[in-house]
């Protein structure tokens, strides 16, 4: 299956983020591992300073009590303030709601009993206090055992995981790494392979276009509308304008190549026709003038009519193979010229021209020819077919466009028929041959046909 070249663009830079973001996401997922090992460590360390705390000032306040459990009262001034001191050393200790969060629940009463016997230590007889110390130092040092050895078994099992995670984390970063390099020159090289073969298919085709030398198989029809809308991307997009263009070009060059040889073969037997027999069928007029003197000759003026017809008919053929009026007097002289040789018969429907005659300044001579043959062809189907008794003819410039538009009052032109005709279909071809439109339509008359053209002229005016 061909992937669309918009997708194929961004395909290696999303896969790479894809595998960059999940590369991101293991190491979050690692490091919090290893923030929750370190906090597993942290607690068991301040645990057992905290205990380790609370021994220290539970024997420095036993010390102090039983020294001042022997003095008088006049000598307790300075071991007295120093038995307050570490009384609220031991209590703020003892009282730590981590420590109490983290201990038995034996050692918890035990601390609660002797929290409550620090909070006011003047108030209570120092053997009290002694007695009380005496029973809770040896569940703090059991206490302190057990969180220095589960302190230790933390640290131990963190390094070991730190270790193991950071020799895991090394080989799977190193691994995505090299497998994200890979797979960025693999999906460079594969699109960079099938963008210059899509590329040079375009290439040949547009060569093969230059020169001419398209065959059957490289010059398809034109694709449908349906099928051009579901092209994959904008290289299919341009291959199909492509194979579209040169199909048009081909034809419009071919078409060109027919009419320019059309037109010269016309100029040729024209010249031949005016050269040989129209020369010699005047000869022979004026042979049977010589005799029109003599009375034996009765049959001569029948004869003189029939060649005088010949002649006529000879230059107006002449005229329509090659109309030497056009060059001579322009566009607008051609085509009176063509309505009175057309137009002359009683029964022949009434005309009128409206020409502007700036327009013989902004057209050459080439679009002056296919407007004549354009035009003559339309005003000949309306004579021929439309059974009319009026038709217009009219050539005006609205700003830089240039009208041409034939219209009648006949009985109109049946819908199966506009694309069909011959003469239609050569009216359209060199319509396109000088970029020009081409329409039909319903005349402005309550019956008949308006053929209509449009060519936008190169020179402004």
């Not at 220095?148 to 984390?169: D, V």
Request: net charge positive.
């Amino acid at each position: 299956m061909k992937l669309p070249f918009r997708y194929q663009f961004v395909l290696a830079p999303l896969i790479i983020t894809l595998l960059l973001a999940c590369l991101v996401t293991y190491t979050l997922i690692e490091f919090s591992n290893i923030k929750q090992g370190n906090k597993e460590t942290r607690r068991w360390e301040v645990l057992t300073n905290l205990v380790h705390t609370s021994i220290n000032s539970a024997i420095q306040l036993n010390t102090i009590a039983q020294e001042l459990q022997t003095k008088n009262k006049t000598e307790e001034d300075d071991d007295f303030f120093n038995y307050l001191e570490h009384a609220n050393i031991l209590s703020n200790s003892l009282n730590n709601k981590f420590l109490l969060e983290h201990v038995p629940s034996n050692l918890k009463v035990k601390i609660k009993s002797s929290e409550i016997l620090l909070r006011e230590p003047e108030k209570h007889k120092y053997k009290i206090i002694i007695n009380s110390i005496s029973k809770l130092l040896p569940a703090l040092e059991h206490q302190y055992k057990i969180s220095l050895a589960k302190r230790r078994t933390a640290i131990l099992e963190y390094h070991h995981k730190l270790k193991s995670t950071n020799s895991r984390m090394t080989t799977t970063l190193l691994s995505a790494l090299i497998a994200c390099i890979i797979l960025a020159i693999g999906l460079t090289i594969w699109g960079l392979k099938v963008t210059r073969s899509r590329l040079k298919q375009l290439s040949e085709r547009a060569h093969a276009a230059s020169i001419h030398q398209l065959t059957s198989d490289q010059n398809p029809k034109r694709p449908n509308k349906s099928k051009y809308s579901n092209s994959l991307d904008e290289l299919d997009d341009l291959e199909k304008s492509l194979t579209s263009m040169t199909s048009q070009l081909l034809k419009v060059v071919s078409v060109e190549n027919v009419f320019r040889g059309a037109e010269k073969e016309r100029r040729r037997i024209a010249m031949d026709m005016h050269d040989g027999i129209l020369a010699d069928l005047t000869a022979i007029n004026r042979s049977v003038e010589s005799y029109r003197d003599d009375s034996s000759l009765e049959s001569i003026n029948t004869i003189d009519k029939d060649v005088l017809n010949v002649i006529n008919n000879l230059r107006n053929i002449i005229d329509d193979l090659h109309p030497q009026v056009l060059e001579i007097l322009g566009l607008e002289s051609a085509l009176s010229s063509h309505l009175t040789r057309h137009f002359n018969h009683s029964t022949c429907p009434k005309y009128h021209l409206d020409f502007d005659a700036n327009i013989e300044k902004h057209i050459s001579i080439e679009i002056k020819l296919s407007l004549y043959r354009i035009i003559t062809e339309a005003i000949t189907n309306a004579l021929k077919h439309a059974q009319c008794s009026q038709v217009e003819i009219s050539l005006r410039l609205n700003s830089n466009l240039l009208i041409a538009s034939v219209e009648d009052n006949g009985i109109g032109m049946p819908e199966n028929t506009i694309f069909k005709g011959y003469g239609i279909s050569n009216m359209s071809e060199r319509a396109l041959l000088i970029d020009a439109s081409v329409k039909w339509h319903q005349s402005r008359f309550a019956n008949g046909t308006c053929f209509k053209l449009a060519l936008k002229l190169k020179e402004p005016l």
